[in-house]
């Protein structure tokens, strides 16, 4: 009898762990935007009397049973350091859909940002935060070292996250490809960049545009950067300047959003 390649075999099982999977969400922000998310696969929710009477009517919303508890036994899987405000829920990760759908016809501007190899969750959070402020379609990363669906993302984006697709991709090269395919140009950000980003975006004209960004450090990858039609830099003031990522994509994002 023949068996199935290892590699089939490998994208099942992560196929069934990811259905698995769940998160947990904390912060009365993070946890009321999720309440009121109905898109959002809710499993468990957890309140201080405190932070009940601060949620009660997103928790009327949800049609949730709350489990109110004292703050000293609120026993519910966060690291020590969360900032959880007496709130936790359980989730299972959104589910966004397609690239094609998103990048084509979803909702907001034909802008989309991609984050390459991006790992820390406050970043990413940041990103998705200024993403949904300037109205870009999705945020796009590796489905593999990059920033996955946490309770840490999903505080520091403030409630973005419930509304801002963030999806996570097999290869983020090919993903760029199909970008272009469907006629973005793809606009890298690196302080190396041959034009400036203003320079990049009067070229783009009317046309959609993604933001590749790096993590940092390590920047863009050689692949990554290969696939960009064009590497834009951010001029600064002085004889050294430098942005963390969730701050080049804000000023790339606002660029992006000010074009005629």
């Known amino acids: 009898m023949k068996t199935k390649p290892d590699w089939v075999i490998d994208k099942e099982k992560a196929r069934r762990n990811e259905a698995r999977e769940t998160v ?65 829920l ?34 990413v959070g940041a990103v998705l935060r200024s993403a949904e402020v300037f109205g870009a379609r999705a945020v796009i990363a590796p489905r593999h070292h990059s920033a996955p669906e946490t309770g840490a993302l999903a505080k520091t984006a403030s409630g973005a996250l419930e509304r801002q697709p963030y999806l996570r991709v097999a290869n983020l090269s090919e993903a760029m490809v199909s970008l272009k395919d469907m006629g973005y140009v793809m606009i890298g950000l690196d302080g190396d960049g041959t034009v400036t980003l203003a320079e990049a975006m009067a070229a783009a004209g009317s046309r959609p545009v993604a933001l590749v960004l790096g993590a940092e450090g390590p920047g863009l990858r050689d692949k990554t950067r290969e696939t960009c039609d064009v590497i834009a830099r951010i001029p600064f003031a002085g004889g050294f300047g430098s942005l963390n990522v969730s701050n080049a994509a804000a000023v790339g994002l606002y660029a992006a959003s000010q074009r005629s």
């Open 24 to 88: 947990w969400l904390f912060g009365i922000h993070a946890v009321r935007d999720a309440l009121l998310n109905p898109n959002r696969e809710r499993l468990r929710l957890v309140l201080t009397k405190n932070a009940f009477d601060r949620l009660e009517d997103a928790v009327t919303a949800s049609g949730m049973e709350a489990e109110v508890v004292e703050p000293r036994k609120f026993d519910v899987p966060l690291a020590e350091d969360s900032v959880h405000q007496g709130a936790a």
């Open 90 to 123: 359980e989730v299972k990760p959104l589910n966004w859909g397609k690239l094609d759908d998103l990048a084509i016809s979803g909702e907001g501007e034909p802008l989309v940002v991609c984050l390459d190899r991006v790992t820390d969750p406050h970043n």
